[in-house]
T-cell receptor
Framework: RKEVEQDPGPFNVPEGATVAFNCTYS??????FFWYRQDCRKEPKLLMS???SGNEDGRFTAQLNRASQYISLLIRDSKLSDSATYLC??????????????FGRGTQLTVWP | EAQVTQNPRYLITVTGKKLTVTCSQN?????MSWYRQDPGLGLRQIYY???????DKGDVPEGYKVSRKEKRNFPLILESPSPNQTSLYFC?????????????????FGPGTRLTVT
């Protein structure tokens, strides 16, 4: 079983739609969680870290459910510029320092006009 | 400008010819890491380093070597490249820390190195 599983999509949504991505992880000792965005084989860039209580950054909301080992990303009011691949990332290491990282395979999103 | 640089950006080589991909960061980050990205498999961590002279295996270390003699540099060495190492390689760096600080540590990625081994 892979450490991190994501629905690969593709998700094709109209502008203004709300879309949600899910990610599950297998190691209950996982310490920290992130969502990255990657445009067309360019380098990934951090979208947001995921905090235990859930967190919001503008149109983006991330949630963590440790009991179900599940992370989600919600995008509201989708823009054309949101079209990208979204990567779920899990930090699995002793303690809570940044260590060994596992990436999901990514979920592809296309927003159409 | 804060950045992670990789060289070369593109490389075509033959099986068995040793090569090194360099990675350098100018942000004084403790943590550096190498990944490979393959279609359908996503990004997989090869090696990471939490500080100078401290390296550890990631998910797919076989066939690769790394060294961290200076904080800013983290070269990836392929002693005897094989066609299954054809891939897109990314280097990344970050601060690292303990406790809640680790939750906000952003990794900065280099632009990638596209390697083809024939």
């Amino acid at each position: 079983r892979k450490e991190v599983e994501q629905d690969p999509g593709p998700f094709n949504v109209p502008e203004g739609a709300t879309v949600a991505f899910n990610c599950t992880y297998s190691n209950s000792a996982s310490q920290s969680f992130f969502w990255y965005r990657q445009d067309c084989r360019k380098e990934p860039k951090l979208l947001m870290s995921v905090y235990s209580s859930g967190n919001e950054d503008g149109r983006f909301t991330a949630q963590l459910n440790r009991a179900s080992q599940y992370i989600s990303l919600l995008i509201r009011d989708s823009k054309l510029s949101d079209s990208a691949t979204y990567l779920c990332v899990v930090n699995v290491d002793r303690g809570s320092t940044l260590g060994r990282l596992y990436f999901g395979r990514g979920t592809q999103l296309t927003v159409w006009p | 400008e804060a950045q992670v640089t990789q060289n070369p950006r593109y490389l075509i080589t033959v099986t068995g010819k040793k090569l090194t991909v360099t990675c350098s960061q100018n942000m004084n980050h403790e943590y550096m890491s190498w990944y490979r990205q393959d279609p359908g498999l996503g990004l997989r961590q090869i090696y990471y380093s939490m500080n100078v002279e401290v390296t550890d295996k990631g998910d797919v270390p076989e066939g690769y070597k790394v060294s961290r003699k200076e904080k800013r540099n983290f070269p990836l060495i392929l002693e005897s490249p094989s066609p299954n190492q054809t891939s897109l390689y990314f280097c990344a760096s970050s601060y690292t820390g303990t406790g809640s600080a680790a939750f906000s540590y952003e990794q900065y990625f280099g632009p990638g190195t596209r390697l083809t081994v024939t």
